[in-house]
């Protein structure tokens, strides 16, 4: 029997992955999971929620029942088959843009973007998106899949009769004609938020970072009312409470309606008011009126001024005595 050497086993030329440059439109992985969808929620008595840790650094292309492409807004927490979900906080690239990075964002706990990674995104001529996507850091993560609509007869109310698409108010026309993405109104100006833009479904909202508050605009920040906030705005003392703060004043003055202000005590009568003011208040001042006739007469614990609404004017002056 003749020999065989065995060295003309190991004659193979093995040309090393990295020198070919693939286009990733052409080489990625599916991820085809009808759970990752984002119209997937969690249902753990239908099992324990997933993890991507097999997803590690490689190209990939959403398709089959995961969807079409990724979110382009924040998925709440328990959706695609997990605890926290991945979106893409940014919008997908043009065809001729080539290989772009954006935001990827993990929600859960309410905050739609709890942790974040980089992920590179390209649009391919067949009129899909490949992502290379990192290895999440802990379980439980997925990078959601989603359908959009696509702008054809079926089209939901979002196409006009001719030959031209038109999108639903929140969504915009997408490169390929045919599909209508979701507008990402913080792409422009931060969506007028001062601080976070959280890009919604067809909307979006504004949120503020720790220790502050949406103000009435639901646009800028405002920092926590409360006693360490400039005194809670209070004219004198602030006392801070479980259920919040309120002001206080000196004794012999009251609240004024705005809960922040302390006044000395009024009394309107229908043709004199009234004013009486403790006498440690008042110190060495002269109260009196426009009319100076018109004066405050201290009765040793307080200065009182009956004044005529007709003859004394309605300001008060302060003169050292
Ligand atoms: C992204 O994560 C980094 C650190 O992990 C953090 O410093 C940064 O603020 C995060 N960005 C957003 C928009 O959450
Ligand atoms: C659009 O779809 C919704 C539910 O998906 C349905 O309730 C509604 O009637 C549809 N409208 C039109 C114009 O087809
Ligand atoms: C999304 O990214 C933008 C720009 O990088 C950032 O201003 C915004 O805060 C991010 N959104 C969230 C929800 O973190
Ligand atoms: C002042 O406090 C009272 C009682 O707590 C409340 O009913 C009222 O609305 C407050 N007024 C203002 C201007 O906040
Ligand atoms: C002084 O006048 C005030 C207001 O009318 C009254 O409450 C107070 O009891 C008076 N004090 C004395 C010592 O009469
Ligand atoms: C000032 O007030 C006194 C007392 O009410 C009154 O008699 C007098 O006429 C007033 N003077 C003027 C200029 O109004």
Redesign the pocket.
Known sequence: MPQVPLFTCLFITVTPLSSLALDPCSAYISLNEPWRNTDHELDESQGPPLCDNHVDGEWYRFTGMAGDAMPTF?IPENHCGTHAPVWL??SHPLPGDGIVQR?A?ASFKGN??LWNTTVEVKACSGGYYVYRLAKPSVCFHVYCGHFYDICDEDCNGSCLDTSECTCSPGTMLGPDGQTCFDENE?ERD?GGCSE???NLKHAYRCECGAGRVLAKDRKTCEDIEGCHNNNGGCSHSCLGSEKGYQCECPRGLVLSEDNHTCQVPVLCKSSAIEVSVPRELVGGLELFLTNTSCRGVSNGTHVNIVFSLKTCGTVVDLRLR
Do not use: A, F, K, L
């Open positions: 924040c906080n940014g935001q964002c739609c973007c913080c931060n976070i833009c959280v």
